[in-house]
């Protein structure tokens, strides 16, 4: 099955079990061998990077609200609307309803409808852009970190990398054009933003619980039934590089003892950074310092490894030293 929007091509082929969604965009994409998240350094982002393991976000936890509205699927094909309400209702009853209020079940049927395909679908947006200063400046105020991913190879099971389509209209896909499947629905759902966001180059990646289901924190009644956590574990060794953000450090934590050396001391939230910094140093990760310069137009990063001295003090050495 496919169909086009915007230039786009939205396939999705059932009977392919390794990977059944593709997306065609209106011009060639080069699909990145890594991709990069940044996080503000919470004790949700440090939990995900010391215990190794991405978030399958559901779409009501989106920070966007159109994000994956769920008002871009039309569900308009009676079979699939007769198929979604048999657990709860007679056949007669769903042929009554289907008659006399299609039109109201249908918008009833949105958020429900999104509400359930995503217990079993997650979305993880990564950004094919670290540099970005306003990502920098909205998602962390300069005072996070960003982890580098070999995404690739990440354990389990996801479609994509996927580039997301941005436009100034958007446009609502009736279900009926996809032979009742939701497949293609979902793809589009998950895909296209407004290009207000454009300059974010978000990439993503459709999670799959497979034989499971997600927790779905929307509405009450889904996150009574539970359902598996939406955190997916890797191995550090997908991590290829960890950036800390401009603020990050203080500058009184910072002191240069030669050219190719800095002494960290941490004063201020101090159990935060020792912890990022002792995993990184542990790991032995590539790491990556925002330094302030002249240059008020781009973000400057010093490369170098992280070496930790006790709970307090670390020492960064460029590389090259």
């Not at 990646?205 to 997600?214: G, K, P, Q, R, S």
Request: net charge negative; proline share 6%; aromatic share 14%.
């Amino acid at each position: 099955m496919e169909i086009d929007r915007y230039g786009w091509k939205y396939i999705f082929n059932e009977s392919d079990r390794i990977n059944p969604f593709i997306i065609i965009p209106y011009k060639e994409y080069p699909i990145p061998e890594t991709l990069s998240k940044i996080y503000a350094l919470n004790d949700f982002s440090l939990d995900a990077l010391l215990n190794s393991y991405v978030y399958a976000t559901h779409p009501s936890e989106f920070n966007d609200l159109y994000d994956c509205h769920e008002q871009l699927i039309i569900y308009d094909d009676d079979q699939m609307i007769s198929t979604f309400l048999q657990p709860a209702l007679p056949q007669p009853e769903i042929e009554r309803l289907l008659r006399e209020k299609k039109s109201e079940i249908q918008k009833e049927i949105q958020p429900i409808f999104r509400d359930i395909m995503y217990r079993k679908i997650g979305v993880f947006s990564m950004t094919s852009d670290p540099n970005n200063i306003l990502m920098w400046s909205y998602y962390s105020k300069h005072e996070g970190f960003l982890i580098e991913f070999n995404y690739k190879e990440f354990p389990f099971k996801f479609y994509g990398a996927f580039p997301v389509n941005y436009q100034e209209e958007i446009h609502p896909i009736n279900i009926s054009e996809c032979d009742g499947s939701p497949g293609i629905p979902i793809l589009y759902q998950t895909n296209i933003k407004h290009k207000g966001w454009e300059h974010e180059s978000e990439w993503r990646l459709l999670i799959d619980a497979e034989n499971d289901v997600m927790f779905s924190p929307e509405p009450r009644q889904l996150a009574k039934m539970g359902g598996r956590e939406r955190k997916f574990s890797y191995p550090p060794t997908l991590i290829k590089s960890v950036a800390l953000g401009n603020r990050f450090f203080h500058a009184d934590e910072l002191t240069p003892t030669s050219t190719y050396i800095l002494d960290i001391n941490l004063k201020i939230n101090i159990e935060k950074k020792s912890l990022l910094l002792d995993f990184i140093s542990h790991n032995n990760i590539q790491t990556y310092i925002a330094i302030k310069d002249n240059n008020l137009a781009t973000l400057h990063f010093t490369k170098g490894e992280i070496q930790r001295i006790d709970y307090k003090r670390f020492r960064y050495n460029l590389v090259g030293s």
